[in-house]
């Protein structure tokens, strides 16, 4: 069993920063890829960003390539997501997911944090 705990949400203004952090329980985050996804109100979940088990690999969503950047730290077993050059379309809950072996882009993980709430104004 795996618990996911999300932080770092917020409001921000469009064209600002935020770094998301997402901790794991359990002594076996290292054998899990990890995810963010996020879901806007009134839209489906979508995938944002995953990492790979050892961070040597990373995938992101058409909307947010070269804006946001995801990290893990095994040591700390925590997972990251930094967002830059944020626009008001960003606006969402933002999830953390976790599945064993490898990453996907859909919504087929096993564990998934409670969320925290991303909001940019124009």
């Known amino acids: 069993q795996v618990q996911l705990v999300e932080r770092g949400g917020g409001l921000v203004q469009a064209g600002g920063s935020l770094r998301l952090s997402c901790a794991a329980s359990?002594?076996?985050?290292?054998?899990?890829?990890m995810a963010w996804f996020r879901q806007a109100p009134g839209k489906e979940r979508e995938f944002v960003a995953y990492?790979?088990?050892?961070?040597?690999?990373?995938s992101y969503a058409d909307s947010v390539k070269g804006r946001f950047t995801i990290s893990r730290d095994n040591a700390k077993n925590t997972v990251y997501l930094q967002m830059n050059s944020l626009k008001p379309e960003d606006t969402a809950v933002y999830f953390c997911?976790?599945?064993?072996?490898?990453?996907?882009?859909?919504?087929?993980?096993?564990?998934w944090g409670q969320g925290t709430q991303v909001t940019v104004s124009s």
């Open positions: 997911a976790a599945r064993p072996s490898w990453p996907s882009t859909t919504d087929k993980y096993n564990y």
């Open positions: 990492i790979t088990r050892d961070g040597s690999g990373t």
């Open positions: 359990g002594r076996t985050f290292s054998s899990y890829a």
